[in-house]
């Protein structure tokens, strides 16, 4: 009998993340891979779906509009109940730290099911930043049997809380991930991309969306974008605003009806990677884009004051450049305007991956399970 493995996922960044681990455990025949999605994110998901070219084998469809973290999680638990009754599954694999991760974990846990946590180990040390991330992820750290960190310092990050057993150094799958979206000679669907000067101009790829920048913090980063814009002519702001209601008011508010800032809607992950790639530099409050730019050789400013990813911060590939207005503009200008202090950032080793994290993770998973010899390699920088 091979051994059953559920993958559960419900946004557009766990499921760009997951996507090739779906794919390495179709390929094995020791492994019966079911997909199983919430779609706590539905038309954001659906694209990544498509882009992979994965049908779920259930989907608990639980989008609503103007969701609460109640009515995810409360949803999620309800609706895994009846798959995991149905289906049975050896182990359950959830990926990061949304609020779907830690429902099916827990789910997972009530009946007695094996969870494996892809992107272990993250950490802030602050319950409430990223809010609700960091509790979800802590909480699922304690949930699982299996633990696939991307990195060393988050292995330590777990041995700190007593985890040392079933964990495992696998790079980040996100890098897997890029290997198969970004081309040379590729065509956006959106075609003011396609318009873009890229050589000409300085391309600023932004997203800004996380719960705990609400309010001023998300304020103070509009008014800088604005402010880089108009001081600095050789700029193409590109901002694909996040489908928030919150975000959406905000960001029109301050950056709209400027000619060099472009609000644009939520990209796909193949164009969004095939942006990155060409893009100068990117500012963001998301921790994929963290992983995914340095891959390409892209400096990141984190719209954050602190990061989960301090490993990107000491290879230089990511600076922290806070919520503040003049610290945000600060940063920003000097990589526009000091080329060594932008090679150093776009030239450093990127510390999350080789492009093999999927394999290693599903040996790991084999190697658990005692179908395979040997353990999986890991990853080190």
């Known amino acids: 009998m091979p051994l059953k493995v559920m993958t559960i996922f419900g946004t557009r960044p766990e499921a760009v993340k997951m996507a090739p681990l779906v794919k390495e455990l179709e390929s094995r025949p020791e492994i019966q891979s079911i997909c199983c999605i919430t779609a706590q994110h539905r038309q954001m998901l659906d694209d990544v779906l498509h882009l992979f070219d994965i049908t779920p084998d259930y989907d608990l469809d639980i989008m609503e509009a103007r969701q609460s973290l109640y009515t995810i999680t409360s949803k999620c638990l309800l609706g ?4 995991f009754s149905q289906e ?26 094996a969870v494996g946590h892809v992107e272990a180990g993250l950490r802030t040390w602050d319950r409430y930043s990223p809010f609700p991330e960091e509790m979800n992820r802590t909480l699922v750290g304690d949930l699982a ?22 964990v495992f150094i696998t790079g980040n799958t996100v890098i897997d991930a890029l290997k198969t979206t970004v081309r040379p000679d590729y065509e956006f669907r959106t075609e003011l991309l396609n318009k873009l000067d890229y050589t000409g101009k300085k391309v600023i790829l932004v997203t800004c969306h996380r719960r705990e920048n609400y ?55 193949d164009e969004m990677h095939n942006l990155m790639a060409r893009a100068t530099f990117v500012m963001t409050d998301s921790g994929g884009l963290q992983e995914e730019a340095p891959a ?12 989960e990813r301090p490993e990107a911060v000491t290879a230089g590939t990511v600076l922290l450049a806070g919520t503040e207005e003049e610290a945000v503009y600060r940063h920003a200008a000097k990589l526009l305007t000091d080329p060594a202090a ?33 353990p999986p390699e890991e990853f080190l920088v």
């Open 80 to 83: 895994m109940e009846e798959v």
């Open 215 to 269: 309010g001023e913090p998300m304020e103070h980063i509009m008014k800088a974008l604005r402010r880089i814009a108009e001081d600095f002519p050789q700029t193409e702001l590109v901002y694909p605003v996040h489908l928030s209601p919150v975000v959406q008011e905000v960001a029109k508010k301050y950056l709209s009806g400027h000619p060099r800032i472009h609000l644009i809607q939520p990209l796909t992950p």
């Open 145 to 166: 049997q299996l633990h696939f960190c991307p990195t060393k310092a988050n292995r330590e990050n777990l041995a700190g809380e007593g985890i040392k057993d079933g």
């Open 342 to 374: 932008y090679e150093a950032m776009a030239k450093a080793v990127n510390p999350y991956g080789d492009g093999q994290a999927c394999r290693r993770i599903v040996d790991a998973i084999l190697w658990n399970a005692g179908l395979r010899n040997q």
């Open 296 to 307: 390409l050789g892209r400096p990141v400013l984190v719209l954050r004051r602190e990061t």
């Open 88 to 113: 049975k599954p050896d182990l359950v694999l959830v990926h990061g730290d949304t609020t779907t991760t830690f429902s099916g974990a827990l789910a997972a846990f009530y009946q007695k099911i």
